[in-house]
């Protein structure tokens, strides 16, 4: 009876460890997927994760975000040192600010499955924050809208629909179609900084 007991108290505890190392499995792969999707890294423990997970992307985002121009922009537009983390738009994280590379491209039909024109103010985000999504089309960032600051503070602020990814830009950055960029630069510009939110459309 008690060999027995012992028997069963042994293959409990491999039961256990074996949950344990597949819960980690399904902890990365959560983890992994949250960053594809881009969500959920706006607090210190959630980028910590964020630090850990992707190491690369964590060390280009913070980089960005400590270089002089982030500083300058956050500083001229009286936001401090307050900007956005690896996060997605959703709860405490529609409160981020981001700042990034804003370009211009030759619109047409985007990723979200709408045909766009240069006259319209809309936008591609980086891909990171788009999302790895099979069909594009469903991708949460499809619509949504968001509030652009340029280099200029005399300029007023541009606000942007999200309707298209761009898969050469890093965290942070916009493509924007030709009318939307040249109400923050002239064209000659070609690339720039920017301080950007989403909003409500």
Partial sequence: MMLAQIIGHMCLLVVLIGYGVVGSKVETVLVANRI???MGYGDSNSTLLFKRSEPLLYQQWEKRNNDKECQRLHSVYGR???????????GQESNNIFCGDVTFYDTGLGACGKINRSTDYIAAINHHQFGNIGNPNNSPMCNRCAKIRGGDPAKPS???RIVDKCEGCKYGDLDLSLSAFRS??????GRARIMWEYCEC
């Fill in 36 to 38: 594809t999707v881009g």
């Fill in 80 to 90: 401090g040192n307050r900007w956005g983390g690896p996060s997605n738009q959703f």
């Fill in 158 to 160: 541009i606000k942007v």
């Fill in 184 to 189: 923050l630069y002239e064209t000659h510009v």
